[in-house]
């Protein structure tokens, strides 16, 4: 039995909406092995982006302000499951720790709140998988291994780039997604397209340019076999799932495949009740292909060796 | 020219950048060019729409073999432009379909990136 750990936990706007299962996933998987989620109990939006001009703060307040919330909160580690949220939090924090005339002129802005010490870790839930859990212990705690099961990992760009703040130490050909996939005991298909960028933003003007990119990572993965994408990121899942019906207008031929967080394939390998992941709410629906490899059932009727 | 803080002049155009970058078949410019557009001086490097198409991937800025961040030359070329109000997105024209699919996360980052 492990130890409940508190960690201070930075939802981000879009696991209260689109990504709500990302939400879901993310504090029931984590529970499983002693870790409790604690939501802020105040925060903001990060700004989505890491706002790369030298000349303008404003983008970086919102992320410091939630450093100081986390504070508020009595914690020094704040861990996020969206990628972007990432990227922005952990990029505006290394930019205070290591910029003291940017971090006076940010701390000077805060009226209301107390000035920020420096004093927070931005962790992405992979890393706490990785370093506080254990990839080896979520082996022996998966009671529904995701046998036979071909999934692509796909991480997109704020995972990965800028260097400084990478999840792996090699940003060109991470391995924490695989190594993961090996834990639930599935099949990893890694692919050249799973570092490459889904579009993000374009997906709002030029959506014929994100259904592009889909064509081609979803082409490039599906040739190589793979039965399912799994992401960390709210917007790669939905230019990869949802823009498949303008990738297909582009490439009929193109096969469809589901897209997921994942927290839900944990979720799942370690037995929850499938109907409470969120599967429903795909454009292209994953319970197809969990079905033909026969990996859905509530826990009480999946197979299982139940190890202790 | 001055806001993205990075040395342009240091590029000796080697084309790594444009190699790397997911969206550079559709950009009026490709990424080295509009670096060396810069290092000469010419303006109409803000009528391309190449950072405008640029998704901050940063693919670019993380294979130059000269550590220039290039993502964040093309930032400065969006800020530039939007600090003279030309946008790229309006938000009147997306349209009501438009605006009940997409997720927050995709509407905040391309008003951030797009709209001034």
Partial sequence: MYLTEKIAYYPGCTAKSYAKYMDSTSRDVMKEFGIDLVELTRWTCCGTFYGLADDNLYSQLAPIRNMIRTREDGFTDLVTTCSMCYNTLKRANLLFKTDEEKAERLNAFMYEEKNYEEDVNVWHLLEIIRDKVDIEKITRKVVNPLKGLKVAPYYGCTLVRPEEISIDSNPEKPTILTDLIFALGAEPVEDPYMTECCGSYLTVKDKHLVADRTNKIIGSMTRRGAEIIMVSCPLCQFNLDRRQKQARELNPSLPEIPVVYFTQLMALALGMDYDKLGFKEHHVDPTIVLKKRKLLGTPEKVPIKVKK | ?116
């Fill in chain 2, 1 to 116: 020219m001055e806001l993205a803080g990075n040395d342009i002049k240091i590029c000796y155009q080697c084309g790594e950048c444009s190699g790397g970058c997911p969206e550079s078949a559709v950009m009026d410019l490709l990424p080295n060019q509009v670096m060396h557009k810069i290092q000469l001086g010419d303006e109409t490097v803000l009528k391309a729409n190449t950072f405008w198409i640029c998704s901050s991937c940063l693919v670019c800025s993380a294979r130059c073999p000269k550590g220039i961040d290039i993502a964040k030359v093309m930032e400065s070329l969006r800020e530039l432009s939007l600090r003279s109000k030309k946008r790229y997105v309006e938000l009147a024209e997306l349209s009501k379909e438009d605006l009940e699919e997409l997720p927050q996360i995709a509407l905040i980052s391309s008003f951030k990136k797009q709209t001034s």
